[in-house]
Nanobody
């Protein structure tokens, strides 16, 4: 499984970004797709996940600001990020889980700064 992330970049506080992650290869249908992030000198943390059936889970720090969605036909997961804060600055990693195995993207940098 290969994951290609896009949509990161530099944005001012209060701005928005939309991340995308497209999966290809030996796709059998993901049970879970999600986003994690890692800021400098911090551990990787869960941002949001969406499982088969559409149930979602968010980190408390992003609830009400971020929205995760998936397009099963395109094997793609999205993360709409609004009202961005400086503390959202991190490398964001896509996760694709199927048949008990998690696959990870290469990461995309999100920087929130004025």
């Amino acid at each position: 499984v290969q994951l290609v992330e896009s949509g990161g970049g530099l944005v001012q506080p209060g701005g928005s970004l939309r991340l995308s992650c497209a999966a290809s290869g030996s796709i059998f249908g993901a049970y879970v797709m999600g986003w994690h992030r890692q800021a400098p000198e911090k551990q990787r943390e869960l941002v949001a996940v969406i499982i088969t059936g559409g149930r979602t889970n968010y980190a408390d720090s992003v609830k009400g600001r971020f929205t995760i969605s998936r397009d099963n036909a395109k094997n793609t997961v999205y993360l709409q990020m609004n009202s961005l804060k400086s503390e959202d600055t991190a490398v964001y990693y896509c996760e694709y889980g199927q048949r008990g195995t998690s696959y990870w993207g290469q990461g995309t940098q999100v920087t929130v700064s004025s």
